[in-house]
């Protein structure tokens, strides 16, 4: 006789649902999909093809949440245990010295970040790593506006001020008549 695997009444079935409803991992909710539907009679086969994974696959998720409850579904890759490569405060003074314009001038970019950041903390990072605190601290890139080589200033000052005064001259005159190609003249049209 095959051995039929159970999942372990950590939560109720209601309370898998909303779990799963609110749950905005995309892997996690994947994960509790596999073990509420287990849980309401569905085989590993079945679960797999909704799923779009391996059997064994359910059969290990089903595994980890009875011996682990539904915290063992999460994502444990978020940090990885790490530490931050800048604290609170290195953030805030980043924060603080994004606002102002970049020594040189210009635009802040994120190697004048990573700069930044090996001048007044004494840390190396990559331009990645300063990208990544550039936006986790609110800044977003800064690019200036494209502007045509060939654009005329003056025009657009003007079109902004209430538009341009441009009479368009139109000629009034018949279209001439084409001939034909048995040389008859044709009605304004296509021989």
């Known amino acids: 006789m095959p051995f039929i695997l159970q999942v372990h009444p950590h939560l109720t079935s209601e309370a898998l649902v909303e779990r799963f ?3 905005k991992n995309a892997g996690e909710r994947l994960r509790l999909q596999a073990v ?3 849980s309401e009679g569905w085989s590993a086969k079945a679960i797999s093809d909704i799923c779009k994974r391996r059997e064994d ?8 949440y009875n011996d682990g ?10 940090d990885n245990g790490r530490e931050r490569v800048l604290g609170v405060a290195a953030c805030e003074q980043l924060s603080a010295a994004l606002l102002q314009p970049p020594p040189d001038g210009g635009l802040w970019t ?5 700069t930044w950041i090996e001048e007044h903390h004494g ?3 990559s331009e990645h790593t300063a ?3 550039m936006v986790r601290t609110g800044h977003r890139r800064q690019v200036p506006r494209p502007k045509h080589p060939d654009a005329d200033l003056e025009a657009q000052e003007a079109f902004k001020k209430g538009g341009f005064k441009v009479v368009f001259e139109t000629s009034f005159e018949p279209t001439p008549k084409r001939k034909s190609r048995s040389g008859r003249r ?3 049209g296509s021989g």
Do not use: F, I, N, Q
């Open 110 to 114: 994120s190697p004048k970040v990573s």
């Open 131 to 133: 990208w990544a605190y």
């Open 69 to 78: 409850g539904p915290e063992a579904l999460e994502d444990g890759r978020r």
């Open 123 to 125: 840390l190396v990072v």
């Open 36 to 38: 509420m539907l287990k």
């Open 57 to 64: 696959w359910v059969r290990r998720t089903v595994h980890v």
């Open 186 to 188: 044709t009605k304004g």
């Open 21 to 23: 409803k609110w749950c």
